[in-house]
């Protein structure tokens, strides 16, 4: 029990060591984190490192990194992910900027839009282009072709550029959100007194604006990053057919291949402790390029940003913008709904080739109904499991504040930027019998227990900071009314974080009910995801009916995104 | 010479909730050069938008600004001068000091605008600091900083290109009483030495009366008096500009054959001379510093409280089921219950209540 000894007050000295409510929450919290973070991350190392006869072996290690087609993905993976980065850093400032700052038309309009890319899951993303510009199948491609007598197709989407382009629509967001709420909370005297000191419109918006606007689009950048180069679904449904491999892609080919051999599997790993080194790197890099203080620039009196009057510019602007999201959001979702009616993939899109058949197909095969009742289960339980587990290790680390505390909050937030594929390894080998004999390979469980350990970090994040909020003054204050510390939990800090905890749930279900990365390694025969059910269709060349099932999947994302936004809004304050 | 001339004003909002929203109407101004001008009044009177226009920060519906004689904003001929080019100075609430500077880097950033010689912009900060004295600190980062050293880190950037003109929003009310009583005087002095207009925004009275030469109250969007602070305190316009400026009583009473009475009593007239412009219904306005309380002469009261207010002491008085406050330095004169006697030097006569005004008011209060 060294954990507690230290943070003891002589208060609590004096009332002697008790093994009360605090020490019972440190203790299951250790347990747990080390049961789905620790773990699998050990197993992983071990596994890479050692044989199976438990001998130190680093020649493996070594062969795998240097073979010419693993040295390949690692190039993919850093290039792809580094012009993705920065595609999504210049797109999502300067939208940020546009529709948080000036006075351009229709911004209720653009806003909503603008969301849509976000919510969309980035594989269903990658299949709409591949429908649009694959080679000369690719529907655009063939209207282009035709329209200007081409003699082969003008964008080929299956390629290097395709993927890094495809990643910049469906990550830009990131950085678009970040900025453009930082810059509706920025105080707008800080440009005027600029403006009032002699400088132009562009001088303020370069020394000023985007300077203070450097924190946010460094954190945005630092989720672009983390993401897209742990990011399996664009890279694998447009990469696969050209050979253009990435390193998750990479490890899930060797996971396939390996086939449960342990030598196929310690390939995997060693991929997988590269991509988690490149990833490590990434963040010290990102660090460096875009180290700066929290600047607070959130204060004085609320006023009505002034907005920037893009003169001449206003219309053209807009009409840029316009063609942005028609082809980023409305033209992608249009032809993946289209080829959904057709009767077969490849027919032109004519009216007589439209029918429901696909539909009727996809929901009457009782593997799809099953996978939408486990992604269900699984987005409801995981919500449920990390909602509390995150309420518990933010109480821990921001409330009781054991020893060792930091270690805790690391352990919870690493699967964060651990990428899904090599978590997903560490859990099968952890669960596949090795220890205790618990074996939940092939079961919905190890997906379970992967989600809780993916999202877990969310929920922690949004009730550490509710929490934080919470004066200690409340708790004590029931403790003055004869409250036990546990009550004074129960009746007064859990209330008080309640809508946080809210909104900490959906930030797991949302997400949960789109996965795809960590689940693909992770199915079984009667446990597929909606996202796995969908990826196998148009693996199969059941092109329609995934366009279907796509097309359902996205208008239930774009529906339950509606509903919460609508919930959390109106508990906002609870 | 006007060094600031407003003439017909109007400024008008749209909000979605609202509807349109006269923010602004009828300003006519004339500000001389070295003048020290408050335009003063509750929130959502009008003043911050009046200053926000001369600043070129949002657009005329319709008049025009001059500023040293040139048109900046002429709403008919769409003429428009950006803030940048308006050549003024101006200190905000919220300090608007850029976190991502340090003080020299923060000072020196107009000048580094108008491309001036290195040397000259060193100088030049070097000076303006001295006179806020902020000097040595020219590598510290403003987060480090309080309210007050803040607020002259702003002033310091506004003095550095020597304006003509300093426009001053609201810039005390985010610092303590003490800090702020202490930068009324530096502001005083930085004016006497650059030598510049100042426009001065403030819903704080005695901040205005302070520092001013002339006063503007504004009141729902429109003028309601100019004047200096003593004219204004001593004989304001409206009931509104006396309760604004200081500490007021309000009593109802009726004017009857040229003699004053409470509201409800035609017994006993107060001892006041009816005002020769008014009849019938309506305000007595009266400060309680300057109503005489004795024990014998004037118009008969009865102490319901006394109030212990260290320098003063103050008597809530029951005329006749009407209460009033009277403040006087006399001490223990009397004790609740007692019967007194006041006299009302210098009342000063207005209209009663208008319900409608008050809840026009209350709707501009969420613009």
């Keep these: 029990m060294a954990l507690f000894k230290d943070k003891r007050t002589d208060l609590e000295k004096q009332e002697g060591f008790k093994f009360g409510l605090e020490q019972g929450l440190t203790l299951t919290s250790v347990i747990l984190l080390a049961v789905i973070v620790v773990i699998p991350v050990a197993m992983i190392i071990l596994n890479t490192f050692w044989d199976a006869d438990g001998h130190l072996d680093l020649a493996t290690f070594w062969n795998v990194i240097v073979r010419s087609d693993n040295l390949k993905a690692i190039r993919n993976t850093v290039f792809i992910s580094f012009s993705a980065t920065i595609g999504c850093a210049l797109i999502g400032v300067f939208f940020a900027w546009l529709l948080g700052r000036s006075d351009i038309p229709a911004k209720g309009l653009m806003r909503t839009l603008f969301s849509i890319p976000f919510m969309i899951p980035p594989f269903l993303g990658a299949m709409c282009w591949d429908l649009m510009f694959s080679g000369r199948g690719g529907y655009i491609n063939k209207l282009l072709m035709s329209l200007f007598s081409l003699e082969s197709p003008p964008i080929e989407i299956n390629s290097i550029g395709g993927i890094i382009f495809v990643e910049i629509i469906y990550f830009f967001s990131f950085v678009y959100l970040q900025v453009i709420s930082s810059l509706e909370r920025m105080d707008p005297t800080l440009e005027e007194s600029a403006r009032i000191a002699g400088a132009n419109q562009m001088y303020v918006i370069r020394k000023i604006t985007l300077p203070l606007m450097i924190p946010s689009i460094s954190a945005g950048v630092l989720l672009v990053l983390i993401s897209t180069l742990s990011h399996y679904g664009v890279p694998s449904i447009l990469g696969f057919s050209q050979n253009i491999y990435t390193l998750p892609t990479k490890i899930v080919e060797r996971m396939y291949a390996a086939n449960g051999s342990f030598e196929g599997i310690r390939e995997a790993t060693a991929l997988s402790i590269l991509l988690v080194v490149i990833v490590a790197i990434g963040l010290v890099v990102q660090r460096a390029v875009l180290n700066v203080g929290r600047y607070d620039i959130i204060k004085g009196k609320s006023m009505r940003p002034t907005l920037i009057k893009l003169r001449g510019a206003r219309i053209p602007l807009f009409i840029i913008s316009l063609v942005f999201l028609a082809f980023v959001v409305i033209v992608p979702l249009v032809v993946l709904v289209l080829v959904s009616f057709l009767k077969a993939y490849g027919l032109p899109i004519i009216r007589e080739n439209f029918s429901v058949v696909n539909y009727v197909k996809v929901f009457s095969q009782k593997s799809v109904i099953q996978a939408i009742k486990n992604s269900l289960f699984l987005s409801v339980s995981a919500g449920v499991i990390c909602l509390f587990l995150g309420v518990m290790v933010a109480y821990v680390v921001y409330k009781v504040k054991p020893r060792g505390r930091g270690l805790i909050e690391m352990l919870a937030v690493l699967p964060y930027s651990l990428p899904g594929t090599v978590l997903s390894i560490g859990v099968i080998l952890a669960w596949s019998g090795k220890i205790f004999g618990i074996k939940l390979y092939n079961t919905i469980w190890i997906i379970l227990v992967a989600y809780c350990a993916r999202y877990l970090s969310y929920t922690l994040k949004s009730s550490a900071s509710a929490l934080q909020q919470v004066h200690y003054s409340l708790e004590e204050a029931s403790r003055s009314c004869g409250a036990t510390k546990m009550r004074a939990l129960l009746d007064i800090t859990l209330p008080l974080i309640r809508p946080a905890m809210v909104s900490g749930f959906f930030m797991v279900f949302l997400p949960a009910m789109r996965e795809l990365t960590t689940s693909v390694l992770l199915y079984g025969p009667k446990s597929r995801t909606l996202g796995v059910q969908i990826y196998q269709l148009r693996d199969n060349g059941y092109m329609c009916q995934a366009s279907a099932l796509a097309a359902v999947t996205i208008v239930i994302i774009i529906v339950s995104n509606k509903i919460v936004e609508f919930i959390t809004k109106d508990r906002k304050g609870v | ?367």
């Design chain 2, 1 to 367: 010479m006007d060094q600031i001339v407003l003439k017909n004003v109007k400024k008008t909002f749209t909000t979605k909730a609202l509807g349109t929203v006269t923010a602004v109407e009828n300003i006519n101004l004339n500000i001389k050069e070295g003048e020290c001008f408050s335009i003063l009044g509750p929130s959502g009177c009008g003043k911050t938008t009046t200053l926000r226009m001369i600043a070129g920060f949002e657009d005329l519906s319709e008049g025009e600004i001059y500023l040293g004689g040139k048109p900046v904003s002429i709403k008919e001929k769409g003429l428009y001068v950006p803030p940048e080019n308006r050549g003024l100075g101006m200190v905000f609430q919220a300090f608007a000091v850029w976190p991502h500077m340090n003080i020299f880097d923060n000072v020196a950033f107009p000048l580094k605008v108008q491309k001036r010689p290195k040397d000259e912009i060193e100088s030049r900060v070097k000076s303006a600091l001295k006179s806020v004295s902020l000097d040595g600190m020219e590598k510290v980062f403003p987060g480090d900083l309080s309210g007050g050293q803040q607020q002259r880190i702003a002033l310091a950037r506004a003095i550095v290109v020597n304006p003509k003109v300093m426009l001053l929003d609201e810039p005390l009310s985010n610092l303590d009483p003490k800090l702020r009583e202490n930068m009324r005087f530096e502001i005083k002095a930085l004016q006497k030495k650059y030598n510049f207009t100042i426009i001065f925004v403030t819903h704080d009275q005695s901040e205005a009366m302070a520092l001013s030469d002339r006063m503007l109250v504004m009141d729902m969007g429109k003028m309601v008096q100019i004047d200096t602070p003593t004219n204004l305190y001593n004989h304001p316009a409206t009931k509104f500009v006396h309760d604004f400026l200081g500490q007021s009583n309000f009593t109802n009473v009726v004017e009857k054959d040229g003699k004053i009475y409470l509201e409800g009593d035609d017994k006993h007239p107060l001892p006041v001379k009816a005002p020769t412009d008014r009849k019938g219904e309506m305000l007595m306005a009266t400060r309680p510093n300057t109503i005489e309380i004795n024990h014998n002469d004037g118009f008969e009261g009865k102490i319901i409280k006394r109030i212990f207010l260290t320098d003063l002491i103050e008597y809530l008085v029951d005329i006749k089921g009407q209460v009033i406050r009277v403040q006087t330095p006399h001490r223990n004169m009397f004790a609740a219950n007692d019967t007194c006697y006041l006299k009302f030097p210098s009342p000063m006569w207005y209209e009663r209540e208008d319900e409608k005004a008050a809840a026009e008011r209350a709707k501009r209060m969420l613009i």
